[in-house]
């Protein structure tokens, strides 16, 4: 051919260029998420008799915030340990590494379970991390040390080594898959913990999958006598948060125990849309519940 001059592709040619399929992400049905949540908790109840029965040394339970996890597993420690089969203690907050140490250490004999409950410092220390990595390594003898000097321990009698052979519950609102797939630079401690440990994504993040999550709290019978509330009540609001989701500052269980409040003191608790025309009394509720 000579030189400059283009070749045509035949039309045979360019019919079978490949061309990259799009990609269809699935979407779930709102009943798809309900039976999708409602049997991840029911994993829950099983990793909590787990647990108990000793046979789940430790376990990461992730999801959002107010959701209803540390309810259910603390219903079923607390419920074993007044029966005797178990002692458990829980941190939430902050917590230094010298203080975790003693924690374990107070946790360290068969039948202790440490509950570390939205106490996300721990994941952010190294010298925390290094502790739990030893308490939760799946040897048959896993032996924690404290080589600092300490006068605390000194003066609790806290040894500076110790064999642990209780259990470790955490609860937390991070999302550990994605901390790891961000590659950060406490990614492979990150890895290294849920190594050692069964990790239980509860699955609920997305707003829609809270708000799910609420009904099923809500509406179910416990939840009523507890809050002195009627079917009605609850389904109204319910109601209410479906239309009001993105006016609501924090989405959680916490949310409508508030709602609830408002909903005993006064019948039209409901803030209406015309918040100019609102006297004083419908303000303060209207901010309550919109600044919760």
């Known amino acids: 051919m000579p030189k400059g001059v283009y070749k045509r592709k035949t ?3 360019r019919a079978t260029r490949s061309v990259t399929p799009a990609v269809v992400v699935p979407t779930e049905t709102v009943a798809e998420i309900d039976t999708r949540i ?29 959701c209803g996890k540390t309810y259910t597993l603390e219903t079923a420690l607390a419920d074993a340990e007044d029966r005797g089969v178990i002692r458990y203690q829980s941190v939430r907050g902050a917590c230094s590494a010298i203080g975790l140490y003693r924690l374990l250490f107070e946790s360290s004999e068969p039948g202790n379970v440490l509950v570390i409950d939205d106490c996300d410092s721990v994941f952010a220390d190294l010298d925390s991390l290094n502790l739990l990595k030893s308490a939760l390594d799946s040897s048959k003898v896993r032996r924690i040390h404290w080589n600092k000097e300490s006068r605390v321990l000194d003066g609790e009698g806290v040894p500076r080594s110790f064999e642990f052979k209780g259990s470790v519950v955490f609860i937390t609102n991070i999302d550990f ?3 790891i797939a961000a590659e950060r630079k406490m990614s492979p401690h990150y890895q290294a913990l849920l190594s050692r440990c069964l990790y239980l994504d509860l699955g609920i993040h997305t707003k829609q999958e809270i708000l799910v999550r609420i009904g099923q709290v809500v509406l179910g019978e416990q939840f009523l006598a507890d809050n002195e509330l009627s079917h009605p009540q609850a389904e109204h609001m319910m109601g209410w948060l479906h239309t009001n989701i993105n006016r609501v500052r924090t989405l959680s269980i916490r949310t409508v125990l508030q709602l609830a409040s408002l909903v005993k003191i006064r019948r039209d608790w409901e803030p209406d849309r015309k918040s100019t025309r609102l006297n004083s009394s419908h303000r ?4 309550a519940v919109f600044c919760l």
């Not at 029911?42 to 107010?66: F, P």
């Not at 303060?284 to 901010?287: A, R």
């Open 11 to 13: 039309r045979a040619q």
């Open 38 to 66: 409602r049997s991840t908790f029911d994993v829950l109840e099983q990793v909590s008799q787990g647990v108990i029965s000793g046979h789940v040394r430790s376990v990461i339970v992730s999801g959002a915030a107010g």
């Open 177 to 179: 898959s994605n901390e």
């Open 284 to 287: 303060c509720i209207s901010y």
